[in-house]
């Protein structure tokens, strides 16, 4: 019974006590649900005792080893705990070259087109595959699905995100999956402004992003190959799984590239094309 309830309890929390993983993760242990945090912990102990009490009358030893239990649970909460700030300094120097770019970026953007990005804005840019992540990439879909004009803002940020390989993380439709703002919304989009324009330019940029991932060369030596490189590889395949997406980007860039409108700006073609 212990170990049903043990697989059962697992298999439906992936990642123990959070449904999702990343740095923001969604306890499962909210509402009624929260009584399976104390009650697993107790059925365990109780079936415990009530097998060794068939053998001996030791009722009184029961509340011993319960108070003993809770007080070495305490201890080792605390002397096993994670120094966070050294997890914190590892995933500064493994994402160092990520948040470099990050900043960069944003700064260059901010000094060309006098535009101000917020704190929480940069926080959750510098996110890789959490909730923030996944909530950012969805509002950036759905603002170039309006047929509104995207803010300047909006659009550099979409580009940011490209060429900073973020993902967002709705794995669970893998075989639908596509993190940003669709080619043909790209495209769309580009209509709604002036050739000359600052927000004509980003659109260019999100798209020339698109190609740049997708005409990622798939490495020979994976010895001693730039983590940059593999990343660009990986979201290859990872984001560029559905044949229309690819279709799409294919037919924007040939419109754009057919249109003297936009001759002032180059955008490569694909490489291996559907």
Known sequence: M????????????????AG?????????FTGASGLLFYLLPLVIF?????TFRLAVRCFSWMGYTFVAGCLLSFVLAHITSVDSSVVTKVDAELRAEFYAYIDSALTEAEQKYNIKFS??????????????????LERMQKAFEDKQ?????????????????????NFHDFANYWPYAYPEDVGQQLKNFSPDSD????????????????NTPTPKHWDNIDRWEIQKHA?????????SVVDSLEKVIQAIQA??????????????AR
């Open 46 to 50: 109780l079936h415990g005792w009530h």
């Open 149 to 169: 004009p995207v803010p300047l803002k909006t659009i550099v940020i979409q580009r940011v995100s490209v060429a900073a390989l973020r993902l967002g993380s």
């Open 2 to 17: 212990i170990l049903e309830v043990v697989v059962r309890f697992g298999s439906g929390t992936p990642w123990g006590y």
């Open 119 to 136: 704190e929480e804005e940069v926080d959750d840019l510098k996110e890789r595959s959490t909730v923030a992540t996944a909530a950012q």
């Open 259 to 272: 249109d003297p409108k936009y001759e002032q700006y180059h955008i490569d073609n694909l490489a291996h």
């Open 20 to 28: 999702y993983f990343g740095d923001q993760p969604i306890p499962v």
């Open 235 to 243: 979201n290859k395949w990872s984001s560029f799984r559905l044949p």
């Open 199 to 214: 927000e004509a330019k980003e659109c260019i940029h999100v798209l020339q992003s698109f190609v740049d991932i997708y």
